[in-house]
C-alpha cells in the first residue's frame, strides 16, 4: 500500500506559504484568504484520508502497526551517521496530522472573519501556512535531526505570530520573550541530539526506539556522573520539550504569548504547538522507558504533575480569560507529561501512554474550541478582562453554547471527549502511583472550577458597562465553534487504545466505575462552588480570597516566577557577568583582532612590490622557487 | 581494429567536428550576417554539452596513450558546461568588438583547439599525450589574450603569457625527460610501478609540479596571473581562472594520485607549503586591488591555494572534494565574471571604486555578483560554503589540523576583501553609479544558470555523493 501522497501535506501549505509571501502586494486580501482555507483543506481530506487508510485498509501486521518510512539521506557523515529527510507514518503521526489538520483548518476558516480588515491580512495567513508547515514536518520527522529542524521552524513562525500586532510593544516583548525562552529550551535538546548522535551513532527513531537495538543496550551503561549517558541526553531532550510545552519553570512565556491574535492562541499556543514536547516524549517513548529503568521518565512524570498543579492554582486568580485560557493549557500540558511518565510498555501498561496521546487529541478539539470562543467574546466586546465582561448569553447564544460545551469536556463530566481521556490518565496514574493520582485528582477539581469561573464571569452575572449592545460573531466565526463543539463531545467515542499504544499492538480499555465516579464527584464539587462564588454577583469569592491572603496574592502573581527571572537575568547575569565579559571582549579580544586586522593590511603594503610588471622577475621567481622546492625535496625532506 | 572504440574519444571528435564545421560554416556566411556565426557556434556547442552527458565506457586506445573512465568524462562535462556559460556570456562582447575586425570565428576555433587540448590532457594515458594536451591548450589561448589589438594593454598580456607559458612548459617538459631517464617509461601505469625516490626522479617531479603550478597559478608561480587577467579580454580572463585552472587542478591530482604516488610523503610536504603560501599571497594581494580583473585574479590565486587542501588529503574524499569544489567554483567564479564583464561592455567600467551604488541602479545584477562573491567567500548557504567545508574535512580527515587552521585565518581574510565589493554596491552610494541597463539575452541566461548552479549545487546532495562514487578510480 502506497502513503506516498503522505509528503504532499505539508509541502500543500509551503506552497501557500511561498504564493501568499513572495506576492504579498499582489494578490487581494480576500482571496489570500481563500487560497490559505483552499490549501488546508486539501491538506486536511489527504490528512484523513492517510489515516483511514493507515488504520483500516492497512491495518495491522502481525498484531501491531507497522512504521512506514520514505526517506533520503540529506547529509552523510559517515557510515552509519547521517542526516535524513523524509517522512515516518506511525499511529502517532497519523493522530497528530488529524490534530494539527483539523485544529489548523477551523482557525484559518475561522481567521477570515476574526481577522477581517486588518491591514495585514494576507501576511497573517502566509505567516500562518508557514506554521503549518512547520508542524506537520515535525509531526512527519523521521529522525531527531528533522525534528529539530521542524522544532525551529515552529519557534520562528510562533514568535512571527505573538509578535503580530508588532506595533504593539507589549506583542513585541512577549514574541521575544517566548523566542528566548524556548531558545533556551532548545539548546538541552540540541546538546541531547549530539549526545545521542556521538554515542549511538544515529539520530534515527527508528533505530534509536528499538528496545533491543544496539543504541540503547550498547550505551545505557556508559556512565556520567551517576547517569548513564543515554539519561542525560533524554533529560537534555526533555528540557527541549519542557520548554516547548510550557512546563515548569520554563513556562513563562506561555502566558505573555497570548499577545498574538487570538485564533493563533487557539491554533499554535493550545492545539498544536505546544504539545509539541509531549510528542517529543512520546516519539522517544521506547528509549525513555528502557534507559536506565525509565529514570528520565521518572522526571518527566514529576514535572508534570507539578506543572499541572502550578498551573491550574494560578489559573484561578487570572482575571485576563486568555491567560486563564493560557495557564489551563499549561495545566493540561502537564497531566500529558505526567500520563507519559507514569506510562508503562506492553499491552495494557502502556494505559498511560495511551491515555496521554488520547488527552492530547481531545484537548486539542475542546481548547481549541475555548480559545475561538473566547475570541469571539473579545471581538465582539473588545476587552479581554472579565470585569467587563458578563450577562453575554442572551447576545451572543451559539458562543455560549459552545463555550458551555467546551467547559463541560474540559472539566471531565461525561459523555463528552474530556470524560474519557482524564479518566484514562487518572487510571494510569493510580496504577502507578497513588501520590501522583491525588495531584491529578485535585488538579481535576481546580479546572473544573476556574473554567467555571470563566465561564460564569462572561455568560452570566452582572451585564458588563458595554457601550454599543454586543452580537454574535459572523458565520464564518461560529462555523468553527459548531464543528469544534460538536467534535467535544464526539472525539471521546473514538476506540483510542485499539490505534495507539507504544507497543504499537493496542488494547481494551474498560472504564473503572469507581475511579470514574470520584473524578466526576471532584469535577462537579469545582463547578458547583464556582456556581455559587460566580453566578450571581456577590462578595463570596473575594471574601474566601481574602482568608487566603498571602496564598492568593502569590497565585495572582504567578509565583513571582518573571520577577524571579528577571533578577536572575538583569541584577546577576546582566550585572556581574555580561558587564565583565563586555569590558574584557572591547578591550582585548577585540583589541588583538584589531591589531591583527591593521597588521594584514600592513603586510600586504610591504609586499607589493613583489609584483613589478616585468615578466624577467616572474621567470626568476620561477625558476628560484623551483629549485627552492627541489632542494628541499632532495636534501631536506628525503 | 573495433572501430567502436573510437567512440571512448566521442567528446574529442565532436568537438573536432565543431571547429571543422566552424571553418566551414565562416566561408559561406555572407558579410552582413555575421552574427549568425555566435549563434552557430553556441547552437553546436550547446547540443555537444548535452551529448557529452550520455555515459561512455572505460577504457583506454592507441597502446595506453588516451583512456577514459567515468570520472574523467564528468569532468570533461563540467568543463563544457563552465566553457558554454562562459560563452553565453561573451556573445555580446563578441559581436560588438569582435566580429567588426572580422575576427568571429577565429574566437571560437582558438578557444574550442584549446578545450580540445584540456580534453587530451586529462585523458592522457602518457606523457606524451599529457605534454601535447598542455601545449595544445595552452597556446590558443595566449593568441586570444592578446585578441583586443587595438589595446595596448591586451597585447601586453598575450606577449606575458606566452613568454611565461613557454618557460614553464619547458620546465616541464624538462621535469618529464628526467622521469623518463630513471624508469624508462613515458606511460603512467609503468611509470607508477617504477618510480622510486632518487634523486633525478624527485628533480624530475619538482619541475613537472612547477610547469603545472604554472597553470593553476600556486605561488611562486603565479606572477603572470594579475597582468594577463588585467589585459586580456574578461571572456579570457574568465577562461584561464575557471577553465584551465580547473583542467590543471585535475590532471595534477591525477598524476600525484597516480604516477607520483611512490613519492607521496614528500609532494605532501610541498603543497603543504605551497597551499599556505598561496593561500596567504593570494589574499594579502587581493586586499588591496583597485580593479575588478585584478581583484579576481588575485582571489582566484587565494582558492587554488584552498584546492590543494583538497589534494594534500590523497584519499577517494580528496579527489571527491577537489571535483565538487571545482564544479562549484566554476559557477561561482564564471558568475562574478559575468558581471564584471556585462558591466565593462556596457559602460567600460572596471574599478571597484565605480561599482559604488550600483544597487541603486541595477539591483539584479548587484543581487548576482554577490552572491557569487557570498559563494567564493564560502558563506552558507549557498555552495561555496559546501565546496570548502568538504576541503577542509577531506584535509582534517588526514590530519592536517593546523593547515586547516591556517585556511579558516585566510577565508577571513577573505571576507573581508569580498565584502569591500558587496558593501561598495549596497552601502555605497556613489557619486555617478553605473546608470541602469538590461543586459541581452544571452548574457542573462549565462548569468541566471550560475545562480542556479550557486543556489542548488551545495543543497542537492546526491551530486556530490555521485563525484565521491566516480572517485574511487584514483585511489
Given at each position: 500500500m502506497n502513503l506516498n501522497y503522505v509528503i504532499l501535506i505539508p509541502l500543500i501549505p509551503l506552497a501557500v506559504f511561498l504564493i501568499l509571501g513572495l506576492f504579498y502586494n499582489r494578490i487581494k486580501p480576500a482571496i489570500s484568504g481563500y487560497i490559505g482555507v483552499l490549501g488546508l483543506v486539501i491538506s486536511t481530506g489527504l490528512s484523513l484520508y492517510s489515516a483511514y487508510q493507515y488504520f483500516i485498509?492497512?491495518?495491522?501486521?502481525e498484531g501491531i502497526y507497522q512504521t512506514l518510512v520514505e526517506k533520503t539521506v540529506?547529509?552523510?557523515?559517515a557510515e552509519t551517521l547521517h542526516i535524513d529527510m523524509g517522512i515516518l507514518v506511525d499511529p502517532i503521526s497519523v493522530m497528530m496530522l488529524i490534530v494539527v489538520s483539523v485544529v489548523s483548518l477551523m482557525v484559518h476558516i475561522y481567521s477570515r472573519g476574526y481577522m477581517k480588515?486588518?491591514?495585514g491580512y494576507t501576511k497573517y495567513f502566509a505567516f500562518l501556512s508557514l506554521f503549518t508547515f512547520s508542524m506537520y514536518g515535525l509531526v512527519l520527522a523521521t529522525n531527531l535531526f528533522q525534528i529539530y529542524i521542524f522544532w525551529e521552524l515552529v519557534g520562528v513562525s510562533s514568535y512571527l505570530l505573538i509578535g503580530?500586532?508588532?506595533?504593539k510593544e507589549s506583542a513585541v516583548a512577549a514574541a521575544k520573550k517566548a523566542f528566548i525562552v524556548t531558545r533556551f529550551a532548545d539548546l538541552g535538546f540540541l546538546i541531547g541530539i549530539l549526545i545521542i548522535g556521538y554515542y549511538t551513532g544515529t539520530f534515527d527513531f527508528e533505530t534509536l526506539n528499538n528496545p533491543e537495538g544496539a543504541s540503547i543496550l550498547n550505551w545505557?551503561?556508559?556512565?556520567f556522573m551517576g547517569l548513564s549517558m543515554l539519561t542525560w541526553a533524554l533529560i537534555l531532550i526533555f528540557i527541549g520539550g519542557a520548554g516547548k510545552s510550557a512546563?515548569?519553570?520554563?513556562?513563562?512565556w506561555l502566558p505573555d504569548a497570548?499577545?498574538?491574535?487570538t485564533p493563533v492562541s487557539a491554533l499554535?499556543?493550545?492545539?498544536?504547538m505546544v504539545v509539541a514536547g509531549v510528542y517529543l516524549v512520546a516519539r522517544l517513548f521506547p528509549m525513555y522507558y528502557f534507559v536506565e529503568e525509565g529514570y528520565a521518565l521518572n522526571i518527566v512524570a514529576f514535572v508534570g504533575a507539578f506543572t499541572a498543579l502550578f498551573a491550574a492554582v494560578i489559573a484561578i486568580t487570572q482575571t485576563d480569560i486568555k491567560r486563564v485560557l493560557a495557564f489551563s493549557t499549561m495545566s493540561q500540558l502537564g497531566y500529558m507529561m505526567m500520563s507519559l511518565g507514569v506510562s508503562g510498555y506492553e499491552g495494557h501498561e502502556g494505559l498511560g501512554y495511551m491515555a496521554s496521546m488520547f488527552h492530547l487529541f481531545t484537548h486539542a478539539m475542546f481548547k481549541a474550541l475555548l480559545f475561538l470562543c473566547a475570541g469571539s467574546v473579545i471581538h465582539a466586546i473588545?476587552?479581554?478582562?472579565?470585569?467587563?465582561?458578563?450577562?453575554l448569553r442572551k447576545y451572543m447564544p451559539i458562543t455560549n453554547i459552545t463555550f458551555l460545551i467546551a467547559a463541560l469536556a474540559i472539566a471531565g463530566i461525561?459523555?463528552?471527549a474530556g470524560f474519557w481521556s482524564k479518566d484514562e490518565i487518572l487510571v494510569a496514574a493510580f496504577e502507578h502511583s497513588k501520590f501522583i493520582y491525588i495531584i491529578g485528582l485535585f488538579v481535576a477539581g481546580l479546572t473544573a472550577f476556574y473554567i467555571f469561573r470563566i465561564y460564569f464571569g462572561i455568560f452570566w452575572g452582572k451585564e458588563g458597562n458595554y457601550q454599543q449592545k454586543p452580537h454574535e460573531s459572523p458565520g464564518s466565526m461560529t462555523a468553527p465553534l459548531l464543528v469544534l463543539a460538536f467534535l467535544s463531545i464526539a472525539v471521546?467515542?473514538?476506540?483510542?487504545s485499539e490505534f495507539i499504544s507504544p507497543d504499537k499492538a493496542g488494547f481494551e480499555t474498560h472504564i473503572n466505575y469507581p475511579l470514574a465516579a470520584i473524578a466526576v464527584i471532584a469535577a462537579l464539587i469545582g463547578i458547583a462552588l464556582s456556581w455559587l462564588f460566580?453566578?450571581?454577583?456577590?462578595t463570596l469569592a473575594d471574601q474566601f480570597a481574602n482568608r487566603l491572603g498571602v496564598l492568593f496574592t502569590w497565585a495572582f502573581h504567578k509565583f513571582y516566577m518573571d520577577e524571579l527571572y528577571l533578577f536572575v537575568t538583569?541584577?546577576?547575569?546582566?550585572?556581574?557577568?555580561a558587564r565583565s565579559a563586555a569590558r574584557f571582549d572591547k578591550k582585548y579580544v577585540d583589541g588583538t583582532m584589531v591589531g591583527i586586522g591593521n597588521q594584514t593590511v600592513n603586510t600586504s603594503e610591504k609586499i607589493?612590490?613583489?609584483?613589478?610588471?616585468?615578466v624577467q622577475d616572474y621567470a626568476f621567481a620561477f625558476i628560484a622557487g623551483a629549485v627552492i622546492l627541489a632542494i628541499l625535496c632532495i636534501y631536506i625532506w628525503s | 581494429m573495433n572501430f567502436s572504440n573510437f567512440l571512448l574519444m566521442r567528446q574529442e571528435i565532436a568537438l573536432l567536428a565543431i571547429i571543422l564545421l566552424l571553418l566551414i560554416a565562416e566561408i559561406f556566411i555572407p558579410k552582413n550576417k555575421k552574427e549568425s556565426i555566435i549563434h552557430l557556434a553556441l547552437f553546436l556547442f550547446g547540443i555537444h554539452t548535452i551529448i557529452g552527458f550520455f555515459n561512455i565506457d572505460e577504457n583506454s586506445l592507441f597502446g595506453g596513450m588516451f583512456r577514459t573512465n567515468n570520472l574523467i568524462h564528468f569532468f570533461k562535462n563540467i568543463l563544457n558546461l563552465g566553457v558554454f556559460i562562459l560563452l553565453l556570456q561573451s556573445a555580446d562582447w563578441i559581436k560588438e568588438k569582435i566580429l567588426n575586425q572580422n575576427k568571429g570565428s577565429e574566437f571560437f576555433i582558438l578557444l574550442f583547439s584549446s578545450l580540445l587540448g584540456i580534453y587530451f590532457m586529462i585523458s592522457a594515458g602518457d606523457f606524451l599525450m599529457f605534454y601535447l594536451g598542455l601545449e595544445l591548450s595552452t597556446l590558443p589561448v595566449a593568441a586570444l589574450a592578446a585578441y583586443?589589438?587595438?589595446?595596448r594593454i591586451s597585447s601586453e598580456s598575450g606577449i606575458k603569457l606566452i613568454l611565461s607559458s613557454a618557460l614553464a612548459s619547458g620546465v616541464s617538459l624538462f621535469g618529464i625527460s628526467m622521469l623518463y631517464a630513471t624508469s624508462?617509461?613515458?606511460?603512467f601505469d609503468e611509470l607508477l610501478l617504477t618510480l622510486s625516490s632518487n634523486h633525478l626522479s624527485l628533480l624530475g617531479m619538482v619541475l613537472l609540479f612547477a610547469g603545472i603550478s604554472f597553470k593553476i597559478s600556486l605561488?611562486?608561480?603565479?606572477?603572470?596571473t594579475a597582468d594577463v587577467y588585467e589585459g586580456a579580454p574578461i571572456s579570457i580572463a574568465s577562461y584561464l581562472s575557471v577553465i584551465s585552472k580547473g583542467a590543471a587542478v585535475f590532471i595534477l591530482m591525477i598524476l600525484l594520485f597516480t604516477v607520483l604516488q611512490p613519492l607521496a610523503d614528500l609532494w605532501e610536504k610541498m603543497i603543504y607549503f605551497i597551499a599556505i603560501a598561496t593561500m596567504f599571497i593570494g589574499n594579502l594581494f587581493a586586499?588591496?586591488?583597485?580593479n575588478m580583473k585584478r581583484f579576481l585574479a588575485f582571489s582566484s590565486i587565494a582558492q587554488a591555494g584552498f584546492i590543494l587542501l583538497g589534494l594534500i588529503a590523497d584519499s577517494q574524499l580528496g579527489t571527491a572534494t577537489v571535483v565538487y569544489f571545482v564544479l562549484i567554483y566554476i559557477f561561482s567564479n564564471l558568475a562574478a565574471f559575468g558581471v564584471v564583464q556585462a558591466i565593462s561592455l556596457q559602460s567600460g567600467k572596471e574599478r571597484?571604486?565605480?561599482?559604488?551604488g550600483l544597487y541603486r541602479t541595477n539591483p539584479n545584477l548587484s543581487l548576482v555578483l554577490m552572491l557569487a562573491l557570498f559563494s567564493l567567500a564560502g558563506i552558507?548557504?549557498?555552495a561555496g560554503f559546501f565546496g570548502k567545508f568538504f576541503l577542509f574535512t577531506a584535509a582534517a580527515s588526514e590530519g592536517y589540523y593546523f593547515l586547516v587552521f591556517l585556511a579558516v585565518v585566510n577565508v577571513t581574510i577573505s571576507l573581508y576583501y569580498y565584502l569591500l565589493v558587496v558593501r561598495a554596491m549596497f552601502l555605497r552610494k556613489g557619486e555617478n553609479p553605473i546608470p541602469f541597463f538590461r543586459n541581452k539575452i544571452y548574457m542573462r541566461i549565462g548569468l541566471v544558470i550560475t545562480v542556479i548552479g550557486i543556489l542548488l549545487l551545495g543543497i542537492y546532495s546526491p551530486l556530490y555523493d555521485y563525484i565521491y562514487e566516480l572517485s574511487s578510480v584514483f585511489n
Amino acid at each position: 500500500m502506497n502513503l506516498n501522497y503522505v509528503i504532499l501535506i505539508p509541502l500543500i501549505p509551503l506552497a501557500v506559504f511561498l504564493i501568499l509571501g513572495l506576492f504579498y502586494n499582489r494578490i487581494k486580501p480576500a482571496i489570500s484568504g481563500y487560497i490559505g482555507v483552499l490549501g488546508l483543506v486539501i491538506s486536511t481530506g489527504l490528512s484523513l484520508y492517510s489515516a483511514y487508510q493507515y488504520f483500516i485498509v492497512i491495518g495491522k501486521t502481525e498484531g501491531i502497526y507497522q512504521t512506514l518510512v520514505e526517506k533520503t539521506v540529506w547529509m552523510n557523515f559517515a557510515e552509519t551517521l547521517h542526516i535524513d529527510m523524509g517522512i515516518l507514518v506511525d499511529p502517532i503521526s497519523v493522530m497528530m496530522l488529524i490534530v494539527v489538520s483539523v485544529v489548523s483548518l477551523m482557525v484559518h476558516i475561522y481567521s477570515r472573519g476574526y481577522m477581517k480588515g486588518d491591514p495585514g491580512y494576507t501576511k497573517y495567513f502566509a505567516f500562518l501556512s508557514l506554521f503549518t508547515f512547520s508542524m506537520y514536518g515535525l509531526v512527519l520527522a523521521t529522525n531527531l535531526f528533522q525534528i529539530y529542524i521542524f522544532w525551529e521552524l515552529v519557534g520562528v513562525s510562533s514568535y512571527l505570530l505573538i509578535g503580530y500586532y508588532y506595533t504593539k510593544e507589549s506583542a513585541v516583548a512577549a514574541a521575544k520573550k517566548a523566542f528566548i525562552v524556548t531558545r533556551f529550551a532548545d539548546l538541552g535538546f540540541l546538546i541531547g541530539i549530539l549526545i545521542i548522535g556521538y554515542y549511538t551513532g544515529t539520530f534515527d527513531f527508528e533505530t534509536l526506539n528499538n528496545p533491543e537495538g544496539a543504541s540503547i543496550l550498547n550505551w545505557a551503561s556508559s556512565s556520567f556522573m551517576g547517569l548513564s549517558m543515554l539519561t542525560w541526553a533524554l533529560i537534555l531532550i526533555f528540557i527541549g520539550g519542557a520548554g516547548k510545552s510550557a512546563m515548569f519553570p520554563l513556562h513563562i512565556w506561555l502566558p505573555d504569548a497570548m499577545e498574538g491574535p487570538t485564533p493563533v492562541s487557539a491554533l499554535i499556543h493550545a492545539a498544536t504547538m505546544v504539545v509539541a514536547g509531549v510528542y517529543l516524549v512520546a516519539r522517544l517513548f521506547p528509549m525513555y522507558y528502557f534507559v536506565e529503568e525509565g529514570y528520565a521518565l521518572n522526571i518527566v512524570a514529576f514535572v508534570g504533575a507539578f506543572t499541572a498543579l502550578f498551573a491550574a492554582v494560578i489559573a484561578i486568580t487570572q482575571t485576563d480569560i486568555k491567560r486563564v485560557l493560557a495557564f489551563s493549557t499549561m495545566s493540561q500540558l502537564g497531566y500529558m507529561m505526567m500520563s507519559l511518565g507514569v506510562s508503562g510498555y506492553e499491552g495494557h501498561e502502556g494505559l498511560g501512554y495511551m491515555a496521554s496521546m488520547f488527552h492530547l487529541f481531545t484537548h486539542a478539539m475542546f481548547k481549541a474550541l475555548l480559545f475561538l470562543c473566547a475570541g469571539s467574546v473579545i471581538h465582539a466586546i473588545h476587552s479581554n478582562f472579565l470585569k467587563d465582561m458578563g450577562g453575554l448569553r442572551k447576545y451572543m447564544p451559539i458562543t455560549n453554547i459552545t463555550f458551555l460545551i467546551a467547559a463541560l469536556a474540559i472539566a471531565g463530566i461525561p459523555p463528552l471527549a474530556g470524560f474519557w481521556s482524564k479518566d484514562e490518565i487518572l487510571v494510569a496514574a493510580f496504577e502507578h502511583s497513588k501520590f501522583i493520582y491525588i495531584i491529578g485528582l485535585f488538579v481535576a477539581g481546580l479546572t473544573a472550577f476556574y473554567i467555571f469561573r470563566i465561564y460564569f464571569g462572561i455568560f452570566w452575572g452582572k451585564e458588563g458597562n458595554y457601550q454599543q449592545k454586543p452580537h454574535e460573531s459572523p458565520g464564518s466565526m461560529t462555523a468553527p465553534l459548531l464543528v469544534l463543539a460538536f467534535l467535544s463531545i464526539a472525539v471521546g467515542f473514538i476506540p483510542f487504545s485499539e490505534f495507539i499504544s507504544p507497543d504499537k499492538a493496542g488494547f481494551e480499555t474498560h472504564i473503572n466505575y469507581p475511579l470514574a465516579a470520584i473524578a466526576v464527584i471532584a469535577a462537579l464539587i469545582g463547578i458547583a462552588l464556582s456556581w455559587l462564588f460566580y453566578k450571581k454577583e456577590n462578595t463570596l469569592a473575594d471574601q474566601f480570597a481574602n482568608r487566603l491572603g498571602v496564598l492568593f496574592t502569590w497565585a495572582f502573581h504567578k509565583f513571582y516566577m518573571d520577577e524571579l527571572y528577571l533578577f536572575v537575568t538583569k541584577k546577576i547575569l546582566f550585572n556581574l557577568i555580561a558587564r565583565s565579559a563586555a569590558r574584557f571582549d572591547k578591550k582585548y579580544v577585540d583589541g588583538t583582532m584589531v591589531g591583527i586586522g591593521n597588521q594584514t593590511v600592513n603586510t600586504s603594503e610591504k609586499i607589493k612590490g613583489l609584483q613589478s610588471g616585468k615578466v624577467q622577475d616572474y621567470a626568476f621567481a620561477f625558476i628560484a622557487g623551483a629549485v627552492i622546492l627541489a632542494i628541499l625535496c632532495i636534501y631536506i625532506w628525503s | 581494429m573495433n572501430f567502436s572504440n573510437f567512440l571512448l574519444m566521442r567528446q574529442e571528435i565532436a568537438l573536432l567536428a565543431i571547429i571543422l564545421l566552424l571553418l566551414i560554416a565562416e566561408i559561406f556566411i555572407p558579410k552582413n550576417k555575421k552574427e549568425s556565426i555566435i549563434h552557430l557556434a553556441l547552437f553546436l556547442f550547446g547540443i555537444h554539452t548535452i551529448i557529452g552527458f550520455f555515459n561512455i565506457d572505460e577504457n583506454s586506445l592507441f597502446g595506453g596513450m588516451f583512456r577514459t573512465n567515468n570520472l574523467i568524462h564528468f569532468f570533461k562535462n563540467i568543463l563544457n558546461l563552465g566553457v558554454f556559460i562562459l560563452l553565453l556570456q561573451s556573445a555580446d562582447w563578441i559581436k560588438e568588438k569582435i566580429l567588426n575586425q572580422n575576427k568571429g570565428s577565429e574566437f571560437f576555433i582558438l578557444l574550442f583547439s584549446s578545450l580540445l587540448g584540456i580534453y587530451f590532457m586529462i585523458s592522457a594515458g602518457d606523457f606524451l599525450m599529457f605534454y601535447l594536451g598542455l601545449e595544445l591548450s595552452t597556446l590558443p589561448v595566449a593568441a586570444l589574450a592578446a585578441y583586443e589589438t587595438a589595446k595596448r594593454i591586451s597585447s601586453e598580456s598575450g606577449i606575458k603569457l606566452i613568454l611565461s607559458s613557454a618557460l614553464a612548459s619547458g620546465v616541464s617538459l624538462f621535469g618529464i625527460s628526467m622521469l623518463y631517464a630513471t624508469s624508462g617509461s613515458i606511460y603512467f601505469d609503468e611509470l607508477l610501478l617504477t618510480l622510486s625516490s632518487n634523486h633525478l626522479s624527485l628533480l624530475g617531479m619538482v619541475l613537472l609540479f612547477a610547469g603545472i603550478s604554472f597553470k593553476i597559478s600556486l605561488v611562486p608561480f603565479h606572477f603572470w596571473t594579475a597582468d594577463v587577467y588585467e589585459g586580456a579580454p574578461i571572456s579570457i580572463a574568465s577562461y584561464l581562472s575557471v577553465i584551465s585552472k580547473g583542467a590543471a587542478v585535475f590532471i595534477l591530482m591525477i598524476l600525484l594520485f597516480t604516477v607520483l604516488q611512490p613519492l607521496a610523503d614528500l609532494w605532501e610536504k610541498m603543497i603543504y607549503f605551497i597551499a599556505i603560501a598561496t593561500m596567504f599571497i593570494g589574499n594579502l594581494f587581493a586586499l588591496r586591488q583597485q580593479n575588478m580583473k585584478r581583484f579576481l585574479a588575485f582571489s582566484s590565486i587565494a582558492q587554488a591555494g584552498f584546492i590543494l587542501l583538497g589534494l594534500i588529503a590523497d584519499s577517494q574524499l580528496g579527489t571527491a572534494t577537489v571535483v565538487y569544489f571545482v564544479l562549484i567554483y566554476i559557477f561561482s567564479n564564471l558568475a562574478a565574471f559575468g558581471v564584471v564583464q556585462a558591466i565593462s561592455l556596457q559602460s567600460g567600467k572596471e574599478r571597484i571604486k565605480d561599482y559604488e551604488g550600483l544597487y541603486r541602479t541595477n539591483p539584479n545584477l548587484s543581487l548576482v555578483l554577490m552572491l557569487a562573491l557570498f559563494s567564493l567567500a564560502g558563506i552558507p548557504p549557498v555552495a561555496g560554503f559546501f565546496g570548502k567545508f568538504f576541503l577542509f574535512t577531506a584535509a582534517a580527515s588526514e590530519g592536517y589540523y593546523f593547515l586547516v587552521f591556517l585556511a579558516v585565518v585566510n577565508v577571513t581574510i577573505s571576507l573581508y576583501y569580498y565584502l569591500l565589493v558587496v558593501r561598495a554596491m549596497f552601502l555605497r552610494k556613489g557619486e555617478n553609479p553605473i546608470p541602469f541597463f538590461r543586459n541581452k539575452i544571452y548574457m542573462r541566461i549565462g548569468l541566471v544558470i550560475t545562480v542556479i548552479g550557486i543556489l542548488l549545487l551545495g543543497i542537492y546532495s546526491p551530486l556530490y555523493d555521485y563525484i565521491y562514487e566516480l572517485s574511487s578510480v584514483f585511489n
